[in-house]
């Protein structure tokens, strides 16, 4: 196991299209996190998972956001209908609920929307 | 609602010299508080918690309820220590994290 991973590393797509991105979690992390991050800016939450449920969203995860943990391991978050202000960083981050919670963050995926 | 807030968004110094990297944060409840880093072409990483009290690389970092501030300090620094620095808080263990605008600190030689 060598960490959160997140699929693909970069997208560029074009406005009006959908796009969805994968996270791995670390094995048995049962907390799964979104966050986004744009130029200059830390990472802002979007949503959690505590195994499959999704227990809070972010009012700036819109209609056109949603996201998944079907079986409580990987998740994906989808995109519908682009726009250019989508255009950002997605980071994933896990968590195991023991003292600490400490969430461990991904790579990160880089969407370009044109 | 929770705040982070993080004045520097650039901070140079020469290595060997201390280094402060300063964080407030609103709140009405006790959050905890915490230190990522990134480094160049790496992912995030959590550098320290204030429930630990522990220093790391040589930082450290005390909460300070009265001030609200959870600063970072290290006595001399590296040049292995430029990065990118946020400051995170979170209302409860598990809950989302908050993070700054983050401080790009350099290490000059």
């Known amino acids: 196991d060598t960490g959160v991973s997140q699929d693909p590393r970069h997208k560029i797509t074009k406005r009006g299209q959908n796009v969805t991105f994968r996270c791995d979690p670390i094995?048995?992390?049962?907390?799964l996190y979104w966050y986004r991050q744009t130029l200059g800016q830390g990472p802002e939450f979007l949503t959690y998972f505590q195994n499959e449920a999704q227990l809070e969203k972010s009012r700036l995860l819109s209609d056109r956001f949603s996201a998944e943990r079907p079986k409580g391991s990987f998740s994906t978050l989808e995109i519908q209908r682009t726009e250019q202000g989508d255009s950002a960083m997605y980071l994933c981050?896990?968590?195991?609920?023991?003292?600490?919670?400490?969430?461990?963050f991904g790579p990160g995926t880089r969407l370009t929307v044109l | 609602a929770q705040r982070v807030t993080q004045p520097e968004k650039l901070l140079s110094v020469f290595k060997g010299a201390p280094v402060e990297l300063k964080c407030n944060y609103s709140?009405?409840?006790?959050?905890?508080l915490f230190w990522y880093v990134q480094y160049s072409r790496q992912r995030l990483q959590l550098l320290l918690r204030h429930i630990s009290r522990e220093s790391i690389k040589g930082f450290t970092a005390d909460l300070n309820k009265g001030e609200t501030s959870f600063h970072l300090k290290k006595p001399f620094a590296q040049e292995e220590d430029s990065a990118m620095y946020y400051c995170?808080?979170?209302?409860?263990?598990?809950?989302?994290?908050?993070f700054g605008e983050g401080t790009q600190l350099t290490v000059n030689p």
């Open positions: 981050a896990s968590s195991y609920r023991d003292t600490y919670n400490e969430q461990f």
């Open positions: 094995s048995e992390h049962n907390r």
């Open positions: 709140y009405s409840g006790s959050p905890e």
């Open positions: 995170a808080l979170r209302r409860t263990s598990g809950s989302r994290l908050t």
